[in-house]
């Protein structure tokens, strides 16, 4: 006889999980350099050349805490992991822990023309690997339902996928969206994300169920 | 039936804040270089040179601790959070993790005349921006009262608000102060930082409560 | 009378090792650096010339994450730990939180002929000293089963020592296989954390035992 | 009414230093930089010449990871703490998150004959800061032992001073050794954590309390 071991309790998840999110959200402020005083200029010069990194530091600041916020409201429903949830939360963790690159790379080149229209078109290319990872995790645990607290609507929750996928459409379009203004893109990114913290995908419940959801 | 899902237990909130506070405490170690020895000069001589670098170091990391002292005991009031108190958490949190740049900010021209007051003129700056982030969280909890613990005398926590917006008054006078002298107004954050640890604005509790609060 | 001090529950052992792993994970991104575009060229290619470093985050994020998993799971079958054990867990964190390091090697030579090879060749070389600190601590905690939870079979979990050793053995192989081709080397290191993360070790449990592991 | 905010309890206290502990422990690979190659030398040329990062990551990692187990027994003694205990847990954990500058220092410098001195001066110095900060915190809760589990004896636990300030004497000890033999030194320092991992001070329980004490 051997230990079933496919199928955890989903604290040590989350505590991993909210430590990647921590240190990435952390990580953010290397980004931003110690300003360079040029001959005859004073240090507000040298800061105010600086601003594509404020800018940068604060939408991914953002998209980070609510990418955050609803990963924690989308493992509350789980009642546990198996190897294959703990792997695609893997992949989703992988997005996230990168996005600090993407975020020096536009600091590094928003001012730059061209180059600036690439960098965002990369920062929003990261944002489709993210909810692609999303996705494959919604997917996975709406298809059984095997993971899910008794209290969710497994068929509802499967339900939600069309609406999941539409909201992924957004990010494809923010590459396109890079060609035409770096910055709006950038401000666009910051938007989404505050919308997103407060517009999220409900989870249905049973109706036989008593329990409050949270 | 949907989840409700805007009202959510505090404990994640706490550790992810947590996690927060204890990296950017420890980045801010990555601020001080290794010192570079010139010709003729010995080991003793650069590490001498970098003084700045460890009285910011001191400063910042006595400020973060504090901050995160203050914000347990904050968040100990809270018996659950919703979305504008995770999104207000959320703005703190950027807040205190951008310190560790100006941290570097000021170990990088605390020798340098007027740049050095510009630099502590900026460090100033974000206290500023924290404690307002702080104080948008602080008014939301007592407006209404409906996040806290039941213990908690919410007329009387609103009445607070006044002695927590003088503490505010506090840092924007920093920003003033770094245009005399660079190096006092530093010592005077890190006064203020200690002050912090011994003097928090206490929280009034229910006179028919029989329950200690902590 | 003196407090035995030897023994301890398990719990801020796995909250200090999630802590390592989740940081040691997310640090990989300070490997990939912002690309610096040459004269003449544009943004896309410098981006394109860092593939090395994509292939080295995507492999070492994969490695790191599947030991959590693995450490994870072999944590929740100890009941406690005694100093030995956390010694040797301290080794084995050791080798883990060093892995950006030769991560950084491979994006930095990984285009480089022979310094390719010997760049590949030390970091199957970290994946040696890993699987050995692995191994000491599954020989001690199975010497006696002393630290296992009542429902393991130690006889049984000492059994699985060969398998154990078995597995072992292919990481040195992969230092060999370095010399052979650096870019097929780094694809099978990607290949066998996949691998890991669906075929683990099991844990025998008693026969008399009517618990389930997990 | 007003509530008493002096006391809280020691979970998060914990959670926090673990982090810190976890944080500074893992920022020790950054010191580790990548090798750079000569021209006319193969890559293992120029990893063989960082052997003092590789030394000085082994005896800061040990260094790091057994004071976070003293730690950890330490605080599992205490059943609250106080405002002072907050901040003395503060000072403590600065040294701590501050060993990974000296350890670049020892890195940079073991090689070059006096300044090699000069670093493991400084980082015998870093050792001394810590050990007093953890002997301050000791000292303060051995006094009134109002903040210990009710099984730990205040007067056995305060006559455990003298042993404690003896194991401080040999860190100021490591200081001047440096000036003899600054790789002697390094390694003794190795070898100091080492007996530390294995043999702790024991913190006597009351003669009358039937509880085992871990």
Not at 77 to 86: G, I, K
Not at 181 to 209: C, E, K, M, W
């Amino acid at each position: 006889m051997e230990v079933e071991a496919g199928v955890n309790e989903t604290g040590r998840v989350e505590a991993f999980s909210d430590g990647v999110f921590a240190i990435a959200i952390t990580l953010l402020i290397l980004e931003i350099k110690v300003p360079e005083v040029e001959p005859g200029q004073s240090l507000w010069g040298a800061l105010g050349h600086l601003w594509p990194s404020y800018a940068a530091y604060v939408v991914s600041f953002l998209v980070i805490g609510i990418i955050w916020m609803n990963h924690h409201q989308f493992l509350a429903h789980l009642a546990r992991v198996d190897r294959v949830a703990l792997f695609l939360n893997l992949l989703l963790l992988m997005t996230v822990s990168a996005l600090p690159w993407p975020t020096s790379v536009v600091a590094a080149y928003l001012r730059d023309g061209d180059d600036a229209k690439i960098a965002m078109a990369v920062y929003g290319g990261f944002m489709v690997l993210f909810s692609t990872a999303f996705s494959l995790f919604w997917w996975y645990v709406t298809r059984r339902g095997h993971l899910f607290h008794d209290y969710v609507d497994t068929e509802g929750a499967r339900a939600t996928r069309g609406r999941f996928a539409l909201g992924m459409l957004l990010y494809p379009c923010t590459v396109g969206l890079a060609f035409v203004s770096a910055v709006g893109t950038l401000i666009l990114h910051g938007v989404l994300a505050v919308y997103y913290a407060f517009n999220q995908l409900p989870v249905p419940v049973r109706a036989d169920s008593g329990t409050a959801a949270d």
